[in-house]
């Protein structure tokens, strides 16, 4: 199964904490939401994980490249991030994604590993 993370998103709702950082790396405790996805995808056995970026898609990859540096990530770049939503996000994985299973996320949206079990 391959998990597709939606990551372009503007956030401006969130603004000013989003200014100068993606959503999916603003903290939620200890950890930012990113980290705690990939976190619970990995508890569950999911190790092909695509992320579909846009906005300040460098602070993304920087922080899987140092945080997970054993993942090999698979990366979208939706150009079309500031004028387009998740379902063109998720349009641009579909030739990735095709033919197998898959498990779409929200790369702003905080699960614990206990919402997965039945996968």
């Known amino acids: 199964m391959k998990a597709v993370i939606l990551a372009a998103g503007i956030a401006s709702r969130l ?5 100068n950082t ?9 950890k930012n939401i990113l980290e705690l996805s990939i976190e619970n995808l990995l508890s569950n056995n999911l190790r092909e994980i695509i992320i579909v970026t846009g906005y300040l898609e460098n602070q993304i990859r920087d922080f899987m490249r140092v945080r997970f540096p054993q993942l090999n990530i698979s990366y979208i770049y939706n150009k079309f991030y500031s004028t387009t939503n998740n379902i ?5 994985a579909k030739d990735t994604v095709l033919g197998d299973d898959m498990l779409m ?15």
């Open 15 to 19: 603004r000013p904490l989003t200014d």
């Open 105 to 119: 996320m929200d790369s702003d949206i905080v699960l614990i590993s206990k919402s997965f079990q039945n996968l």
């Open 22 to 30: 993606p959503k999916c790396l603003l903290k939620v405790g200890e």
């Open 88 to 92: 063109y996000s998720l349009w641009l």
